[in-house]
């Protein structure tokens, strides 16, 4: 997927999307090497991703918009 997906992708709530988009931006693939924009996408993926860890856990109430802008089944 090019630079140009991925980061459409990352924008819209995909956890593995931005995952690799601060990948990218912390080795400077496709992107000029930029950590802070690296941190920035990392830490996104990680609330995505405890969000819905704790959906499934049934810890917290997610309202039903959130669940699929995450994506969640």
Not at 14 to 42: I, P
């Amino acid at each position: 997927m090019n630079i140009e997906e991925l980061k459409l992708r990352a924008a819209f709530g995909d956890a593995e999307a931005q995952f690799e988009l601060g990948k990218a931006y912390e080795c400077g693939r496709d992107v000029v090497v930029n950590l802070w924009e690296s941190v920035k996408w990392f830490y996104v993926e990680k609330d995505v991703n405890k969000a819905i860890e704790m959906y499934k856990e049934n810890d917290t109430f997610i309202s039903r918009f959130a669940l699929e802008r995450l994506k969640v089944k």
